[in-house]
Structures are given as C-alpha cells and as structure tokens.
C-alpha cells in the first residue's frame, strides 16, 4: 500500500495595531480595574478594550451579530432584545456611531494635502506642522483640526519632502498633536502624511525625538547648599537622547547623613515657568509622561542612595532642558525622616521635615533639538481615490482564504481520485 503524505501551507497575515491612545496623557485613563503602565497602555482588564471601558457584559449579545453596523474591528454591545439598536466599542484610531470615520485622514492632490485629525483629547499644546508652531491646523476641543497646506510655496509651512522615481512624485508632512501648552512628551505623537501622486496617500503616526546639541556638553551640574552635601551622577550621559528616553539619576549622601531622599523635582528651561513633577516627596498628578519605573525612592539597601528614573521631555520654545532636584538630608539623631506614603491623591504620611533635616538643591541641565528621525509608524488612511489600508488588508485575508478553501477542495479531489483508483485496482484484483 502506498502512502500519500500532503503538505498543507498555511498564509499567515497579521496586522499591526497603532499607537493612538496612550493612558499617560493627563487627559485619558484606564477605566476601573484596569491601571496605566509606563508603556502607556492599561493593563488589568484584558478583552475590555485599549481604555478598559468596554462592558462584556452583553458583548455580542442580543441584536450583536458578524452582519450588525459595526465597522473596523469594533466591538458590539446590546443590553436589550427589545429593539436594535447596539453599541459599538471603536478601536482608538476610529470614531463614530459605527466605528466608521478614521481620526486622521487625508487626501491629496498633484499641488497639496489636506488634512483631518481628531484626537480623543484637547490638544492644548496645538495641532501644526512639525517644527513649524506658526502653520497651524484650525479647530477647538478634541477637533476636528483641519488645514490644506500646499506641498510648496507656503512661508509659514515650509515645503514638504518630495522625492520623484520616474514618473511617480511623493510629498511628505509630519503634523505634530501636543497635549500641554509649554511641553512635549512621549505620551504626544506626530502623524505623518505620505502622498504619493495619483497612487496613495498614506497617514502614518509616530513618536517625535529630541537629540541633544551636540556642542554642549552633557549633564551641566551646578549645586547650592551648605549642609549635607550629595553627590549626583546620571546614566547614560552620552548622546544623542529620544523623547521618552530613561535617565537615571543618582544621588548618594556624604558621611555624616543617615538618610537622603528626593523632596521635590522640577522641569524646566530657558524662559520656560517651571514644572513640579515630584512634590513632597510624591509624583505630581497626571505625570506619568515624566517617569520612568520604579518611581524615585531611597533604595532599601543604602538608605545614603537614592535614584530617579525621569524620561526626556522637549519644552516647545526652548532649546534646553533642565531637571533640579531638591534633595531632603537627614543628619544624624533624626526623627522625621520615615518612608513617604503616597496614593493616587499625593496624600502623604502625617510627618514633618522641618528640624534637624535640611535641602541642598542640584541642578542638571542639558541641550536638546527637535531631531525628524522616528521609527514607530503605522499606516492609518486613504482618500477616497486610492485603497485604504484597511480594504487592502481585507482584499489579502479574502484572497487567502479563498485560497486556502481552493486548495482544501483540491486536497479533497485529489484523495478522492486516488481512493476511487485504489478500489478499481483492489476490484480488478479480486476479480482476477
């Protein structure tokens, strides 16, 4: 007996998820369990969508079916058999009844792009293209904010990045989406828009960074203070540094202290009204864009050391940046000195520092520039002359399964013929 062995191939497609919702902004959170991570995405409540806020509750339920009127991978809620009407849960980068408007879209044309973006937070930093504060995009609120800028020619936008292969012409913007007035953090992003003339016209997001200037020196201390002087070190102190980036500070306390621990930590920079990030030895609210994990603590180990891991932030009219530390030394015979509680109110332990503990105050400083080099980007839109990401995306999963079905069908022949040919030959043989 012959044996036939069959090598099923299988076509894997899978989709990337952008990053359009990011819980450290000051004005988005996760929804209850869920709790907002460094990564900027709320864990502790799997399946109940990017935010938490989504009730499983009556998840497909009721009038919630594959043919309901939600679109783009929402999810579908109905709490009543009664009438029709569902809910749909949209993915960050959607909007909408249905989940059926994108929140940033653009079409082009042979001479300009215009623009569309609806984040789900009031941008109070503005909306405008990126290194250009003076082209912004017109509307209030959470948008939208809309513009048409020509690819050339316009003083206050600038040209756009063009390159031509052939007889196909590209045109390129980045459009920067700032939540705070004064600075930009990781938890903002910018959205680039790719047009390609008469093919596609692409929206695409990603992180903006920021290098530091490369003709001054990195981690300029300067320090005040009398008594129980501290030492600072910072790591890494080379460059060049992104937005987001983690620096871990170190202070470590000279002999004749018996505790140090950090009571206070600004942000700020040249001509820029100062930010408390870290106050009363707690973080400041809706700071998360400024830490890095674990949160600044005295280690357990070495009560004469403690360490802040801060992410690098751009203030938007300056060109440096500048953290100062206020340090708490406790000297010997202290009594006020214990370990600091702090909840999600910046409610801390009922203890004084005044007395024997004093602050010696440091100073770090460092010089950053807005750099265009970025690389997290997805795809998000199309106009409507050209195929969306998303129909693409759809056409290839269609076509693979149809494939897979087409070849399941000839598997299924084929074992047919050969069984239908070894009882001919088996019924030959009898016969014989």
């Given amino acids: 007996m012959r044996a036939y062995v069959f090598l099923l191939v299988v076509l894997m497609i899978t989709a990337a998820t952008a990053v359009f919702w990011d819980c450290r902004n000051p004005q988005l959170s996760c929804s209850s369990p869920g709790t907002c991570i460094a990564s900027g995405v709320c864990d502790g409540c799997t399946d109940k969508g990017h935010n938490c806020a989504f009730d499983l509750t009556n998840k497909d339920a009721n009038d919630c079916s594959p043919t309901n009127n939600c679109e783009n991978g929402a999810s579908c809620s109905d709490d009543t058999a009664s009438d029709s009407t569902v809910v749909c849960y949209c993915p960050p980068e959607y909007m909408g009844a249905t989940c059926g408007t994108e929140r940033f879209a653009a079409t082009c044309s042979s001479t300009n792009m215009d623009v569309s973006f609806t984040p789900e937070f009031t941008p109070n930093g503005g909306v405008y293209v990126y290194k250009k504060p003076t082209c912004t995009l017109a509307g209030t609120g959470v948008g939208p904010y809309t513009k048409a800028v020509d690819h050339t020619g316009d003083a206050a936008c600038g ?13 390129e913007r980045k459009f920067i989406v700032v939540e705070d007035a004064a600075v930009v953090t990781t938890a ?140 708490n030394t406790c000297l010997t015979g202290d009594t006020n000195c214990d370990a600091v509680t702090c909840s999600k109110r910046r409610k801390r332990a009922a203890q004084s520092l005044a007395g024997n503990s004093s602050h010696e105050v440091i100073r770090y400083k460092i010089d950053v520039i807005e750099s265009a080099s970025n690389g997290n980007e997805q795809k998000q839109a199309s106009e409507s002359e050209c195929v969306t990401v998303n129909k693409m995306t759809a056409a290839v999963v269609a076509m693979a399964v149809a494939c897979f079905i087409l070849l399941v069908i000839c598997l299924v022949f084929i074992v047919r013929v050969l069984s239908s040919r070894r009882y001919m030959t088996e019924s030959k043989q009898n016969l014989s």
Avoid: M
């Fill in 159 to 171: 040209d756009a990045i063009t390159a031509t292969t052939g007889n196909i012409t590209t045109w």
């Fill in 188 to 327: 903002d992003f910018i959205i680039k828009v790719t047009c390609t003339h008469n093919k596609v016209t692409q929206v695409t997001h990603s992180i903006v960074s920021i290098t530091e200037n490369d003709d001054t020196a990195f981690g300029e201390v300067t320090r005040a203070g009398e008594i129980g002087a501290v030492t600072l070190t910072a790591s890494p102190d080379t460059s060049p540094q992104n937005i987001g980036a983690v620096i871990t500070f170190t202070i470590t306390g000279s002999d004749g202290l018996t505790k140090i621990s950090f009571e206070k930590i600004e942000v700020t920079a040249s001509g820029q009204t100062p930010k408390v990030i870290f106050d009363d030895g707690c973080p400041a609210s809706n700071t998360g864009a400024y830490f890095g994990t674990p949160l600044p603590a005295t280690s357990g180990a070495n009560p004469l050391q403690a360490e802040a891991k801060l992410l690098v932030v751009k203030f938007r009219d300056a060109a440096d940046l500048e953290w100062t530390f206020a340090i």
